[in-house]
Antibody
Framework: EVQLVESGGGLVKPGGSLRLSCAASGFTFSTYTMNWVRQAPGKGLQWVSSITSSGSYIYYADSVKGRFTISRDNAKNSLYLQMNSLRAEDTAVYYC??????????????WGQGTLVTVSS | DIQMTQSPSSLSASVGDRVTITCRAGQNISSYLNWYQQKPGKAPKVLIYGASSLQSGVPSRFRGSGSGTDFTLTISSLQPEDFATYYCQQSYRTLMYTFGQGTKLEIK
């Protein structure tokens, strides 16, 4: 079964740091682009960051650029999101998601169950 | 960034109704448009990818159409389990994805 399981969320003070992890299983992790998407309480989905299969290409949403770092360890089938200088507006459920592809398009499937990050003093 | 605008933001309908949700892209995205369904407390799941391809296991009452800048998601006959929030997503700008703001489908 293809599965993604996030961990590492919690309560952190403004200006603090947190590292999220996403453990992948059931597929060849090293061949897929992976992504982080977040959802603030009661709000919509916001793409956060993506990393290609080898880690050669990395992109961030402007709202997190310079503060968040996406990385992966293909030997451990794991995706990470290092979050520094956290702000109240970073409070959200963070999902990891795999990019599925055909020759003509791409989409996110599957998604993990999410991990909640709360930034508050 | 490619802006994605969904309408309506919310919608009330009854079981058995036919409903349509629209999504407009800020520029031509060809058929790089995906639709997701999200239920409260759950992760999103893909319904339609590539504007019109039905994800495996998704009921055939869901249909996606459109290309360029204008897209629609149609549910032909609403079932109780379809009441959820729906999001469109552009995947034209690979690695710089954007979602629509969502459409909440509620029971009338």
């Amino acid at each position: 079964e293809v599965q993604l399981v996030e961990s590492g969320g919690g309560l952190v003070k403004p200006g603090g740091s947190l590292r999220l992890s996403c453990a992948a299983s059931g597929f060849t992790f090293s061949t897929y682009t992976m992504n982080w998407v977040r959802q603030a309480p009661g709000k919509g989905l916001q793409w956060v960051s993506s990393i290609t299969s080898s880690g050669s290409y990395i992109y961030y949403a402007d709202s997190v650029k310079g503060r968040f770092t996406i990385s992966r360890d293909n030997a451990k089938n794991s995706l990470y999101l290092q979050m520094n200088s956290l702000r109240a507006e970073d409070t959200a459920v963070y999902y990891c998601a795999r990019t599925s592809v055909t020759t003509s398009t791409n989409w996110f499937d599957p998604w993990g169950q999410g991990t909640l990050v709360t930034v508050s003093s | 960034d490619i802006q994605m605008t969904q309408s309506p933001s919310s919608l009330s309908a009854s079981v058995g109704d036919r409903v349509t949700i629209t999504c407009r892209a800020g520029q031509n995205i060809s058929s790089y448009l995906n639709w997701y369904q999200q239920k409260p407390g759950k992760a999103p799941k893909v319904l339609i990818y590539g504007a019109s391809s039905l994800q495996s296991g998704v009921p055939s009452r869901f249909r996606g159409s459109g290309s360029g800048t204008d897209f629609t998601l149609t549910i032909s006959s609403l079932q109780p389990e379809d009441f959820a929030t729906y999001y469109c997503q552009q995947s034209y700008r690979t690695l710089m994805y954007t979602f629509g703001q969502g459409t909440k489908l509620e029971i009338k």
